[in-house]
């Protein structure tokens, strides 16, 4: 990369640890225009940051707040380098996402979407307030590598404990099942019957990135 | 002491006859006496038999006019869906379907959603248990007000974009919260607590605290105080420590600690201020009256020395949480060591 590129990727990584959508978005345009792959902009620039912010959000500290700032620079200029009717590739995996049937703080899960797909993981989200079965058949459809499970409340505790089982019925046991949430992270990961408790969303991006590289 | 004396006695850093124990029991009240969560929380008569069976169940130190966080937002215009044993949750914000904040009044807690049943709720726990038992009120904090009012996403992105709209959002919350606090007050509360889950380090960084919130919590506390209130109390969910060098400024007293604050640190960072917690709110619905006692022991003697200090849990007792662990917090305090 010459000089002035990386100067431009510099000040791509900045503005995006800096929450700045539309510097992001502008700094994005003028790296096109520069003639950069867009792949280069990704792991060069989208990466880095999500890296870079990885390391100042540790399980002491981490705000919501820098992380959703960041999250939606990052999905404005996916959207300025995929337009609607250009799927967003993905080079990991894909993840299906949910909040059960019952909780519909789902701020979690938008955080940890944001997350994955700004570390090149395919989401697929279920929403809140999701039925057990509903976010089965998604991961029927999808065969997802992970599926993720965001709880604020105690009450879906019963329904996360469903979710392993019911995989493994339709002959899913081998995806893996991650829960996270202000209510879930209390509890184990055997006491829930999922394979990981993700105490924040880069702490589960670790998880399905070992799972990647064989970790798991 | 009855449990107003021995609140008061904590408060102020007097020796009471035994470490007070406020259960933070609410919706659980509606679980142990049979009747629907859907009803508990739309019912104010209803909400205080509950209260009162509760209180003589465990005989603990305080009861709570208090139905969900979805109160002032509802009697702001949200609409909330109802189940039947679940807490209500907002299905529309007010300020997300087009509604401007100058189009709306601070509600008129007399008659506006469901505040008319909390100080109905509060004006007959008060006339149950008199000068005996501390009824507690609450209201959401500015912060959480405004989220609730517009949703996390949207009102932490208006906080960015345009702050100073975002700073009149809250400073309409705040003047939701005191006239909310002071009606409860007069209908009998002895202290609306100010729940404020939003401005959690979890949520929000330290400075924007600083910035946004701190200044309208410290308004909301200096008016409860002023109107008599026994004790400014606060509860901020999650990892709070950062956050409560801010709590003196506030004006906060009584400060209820997560299970994720270290009682330590939270005493060598408030050294006169009173504190209650932390046990972990799941551990009522999954650990055994044993641990429940274990925990309990553990956290009067980090504060046996010091005082100032009112066992509880870290936040709200889950509403399935099992009897025998809230009897077991309970009787801990009275078997000392």
Known sequence: ?????????????????????????????????????????????????????????????????????????????????????????????????????????????????????????????????????????????????????????????PQVRRVRQQLAERGLGHIKVVAGGAALKQATAENLHVDYIAQNAFDALHYLDDIMGGGQ | MNSLERVAATLSFRTPDRVPVM????????????????????DGALLARCQIHALEYYGYDAVFALMDVGVETEALGSTLTYRDNQYPFVQSYVLAGGVNLDDLDVPDPRRA???????????????????????VGCVMGPMTLATQMLGIERALYLAIDQPERFAHLL??????????????????????????????????????????????????????KQAGSMVNWIHTAGMAAPILPFYPQAGVELANIDFSVDPQQAMQTLPHTCLDGNIKTLAFVEATPAEIAAESSRLLKIFASRGGFILSSGCEIPPESKPDNIAAMVLATRQPG
Not at chain 1, 1 to 28: F, N, Y
Not at chain 1, 54 to 83: H, S, W
Not at chain 2, 24 to 42: I, S
């Open chain 1, 1 to 157: 990369m010459d000089s002035p590129t990386h100067d431009m990727m510099d000040v791509l990584v900045q503005a995006l640890l800096d929450g700045d959508r539309s510097l992001s978005v502008s700094e994005i345009k003028r790296l096109l225009a520069a003639g950069v792959a867009i792949r280069q902009i990704l792991s060069e620039g989208v990466e880095v940051a999500m890296a870079q912010l990885d390391a100042k959000c540790t399980i002491e500290q981490f705000n919501l707040l820098e992380i959703m700032l960041c999250g939606r620079a990052v999905m404005g200029i996916m959207k300025e380098l995929y337009p609607p009717d250009m799927p967003v590739p993905h080079t990991k995996a894909t993840v299906v996402v949910a909040t059960l049937e019952g909780d519909v703080h789902d701020l979690g899960k938008n955080i940890l979407k944001m997350v994955l797909t700004a570390s090149s993981y395919r989401v697929i989200d279920c929403g809140k307030d999701c039925p057990v079965e509903r976010l089965v058949d998604t991961a029927e459809r999808e065969v997802p590598l992970v599926v993720g499970i965001s709880g604020l409340l105690t009450t879906v505790m």
């Open chain 2, 171 to 224: 400073d309409f919350a705040a003047e939701v919260a005191i006239r909310f606090g002071l009606a409860q007050l007069e209908a009998g509360a002895h202290l609306p607590i100010v729940f404020d889950p939003s401005s959690s380090p979890d949520v929000i960084p330290p400075a924007f605290y600083r910035e946004f919130a701190l200044p309208r919590l410290t308004r909301v506390f200096a008016a409860f």
């Open chain 2, 23 to 42: 259960a933070q029991v609410f919706g659980h009240a509606a679980t142990l006496a049979e009747v629907k969560l859907g009803d508990y929380v739309r």
């Open chain 2, 113 to 135: 959603g469901r505040m008319p049943e909390i100080l109905k709720a509060a004006s007959i726990l008060r006339q149950e248990v008199g000068q005996d038992v501390p009824v």
